[in-house]
């Protein structure tokens, strides 16, 4: 089943000048068996559009860990690429930002199962944004898929899982091997901190999360004396703590835990253009893990941009203004016969 209706003003969030109205919506799967065996009767999920779908035009948008496909919306990112002549001009393309399960408005434990929701991974929530994408919304072929962090993983997904399916992929901040190392022990913090349901757990969650995806350069810049610095700091724990929940912040993190892209990178066909950032801590350059499996992917190049006074650490992924430049380069390699996007 799918509702349509207008994504009105009261969002809070600014569009540029004749950028079409962007649109929610709701997709329902009945029945759904979640890889751990359970089950949903019935699974919601949410999504906004931007433009109109027009033959192999869909561009499909995947958010990070506890974020929302709105979150594209703002004027860094949408207001950059979606308006007249951005790179995604809305006019040309048809954008599809999903909730995924577990996130924003889809159905998530908070709605009342609690630490009863089913154990869903990337896995399902990847074949999740396949059907909403195909039976949902109807688009046959989509044009591009791209993704921030757990969306960047989840674009490696779909490479793999659905090879024939899209002309270009995208991933911004992430690494194409299973999550280990410090990366599975700073979401371990998290899961282990949120275990007993309390607000200091969540508190634990939180300073956590702070560091690992902060950029020590703005951060300084931003909290230049230890005053400053308390101050920031009270105001973003609190900041965090007011808008979230701490069932559905375990569950996020938490189904993470059957990623692994690296047995299958062959299979990708699409041209794939993986970007990270040098200050990113999530996933740091000096592992050497991206320019190792890159190789595998035929069509695959990896962009290490470099820390800058304009990078945002794990953010960065989020910065058009920044990386936009290769994002014209893959559109135009990866452009199939006939320009599907024009009018």
């Given at each position: ?84 002549g951005g790179l ?108 007993p349901g309390s ?145």
């Amino acid at each position: 089943m799918r509702v349509v209706f207008v994504l009105a003003a009261a969002l809070g969030v600014s569009f540029a000048a004749n950028y079409p109205e962007p649109q929610e919506g709701d997709f329902t799967v009945h029945d759904y068996k979640f890889r751990s065996g359970e089950t949903l009767p019935e699974l919601k999920l949410h999504y906004t559009t931007v433009g109109t779908l027009k033959g192999d035009n869909a561009v499909l948008i995947m958010h990070g860990t506890g974020g929302t496909g709105k979150a594209f919306l703002s004027e860094q990112f949408g207001g950059v690429l979606f308006g007249p002549g951005g790179l995604l001009d809305a006019t040309k393309f048809f954008i599809i930002l999903p909730d995924d399960i577990g996130h924003g408005k889809s159905t998530k434990p908070s709605d009342g199962l609690g630490r009863k929701f089913p154990h869903y991974g990337y896995e399902d929530m990847v074949e999740l944004e396949h059907r909403l994408v195909t039976d949902g919304l109807h688009a046959n072929r989509l044009r591009l898929v791209m993704g921030t962090s757990m969306g960047a993983m989840h674009t490696w997904l779909w490479g793999e899982r659905y090879p024939d399916f899209m002309d270009a992929l995208m991933p911004l901040a992430s690494e194409p091997i299973q999550i280990s190392g410090r990366n599975r022990f700073f979401r371990r913090m998290v899961i282990d901190a949120l275990q007993p349901g309390s607000q200091d757990g969540l508190k634990s969650a939180i300073y956590t999360l702070m560091v690992m995806t902060s950029s020590p350069l703005q951060m300084q810049k931003q909290a230049p004396t230890a005053a400053a610095a308390d101050k920031l700091f009270n105001e973003q724990v609190e900041r965090r703590l007011k808008s979230t929940n701490i069932d559905d912040m375990l569950y996020q993190y938490d189904c993470s835990r059957d990623y692994n892209p690296e047995p299958e990178l062959e299979s990708i066909k699409a041209p794939l253009f993986a970007i990270n950032s040098a200050d990113d801590q999530v996933n740091p350059p000096e592992l050497g893990i991206m320019e190792k499996e890159i190789k595998r992917v035929k069509h695959g190049r990896y962009i290490l941009i470099p820390i800058s006074d304009e990078t945002r650490g794990h953010g960065t992924h989020s910065l058009p203004k920044i990386w936009g430049g290769y994002l014209e380069e893959l559109l135009r390699i990866s452009e199939p016969p006939g320009a599907r996007t024009e009018d």
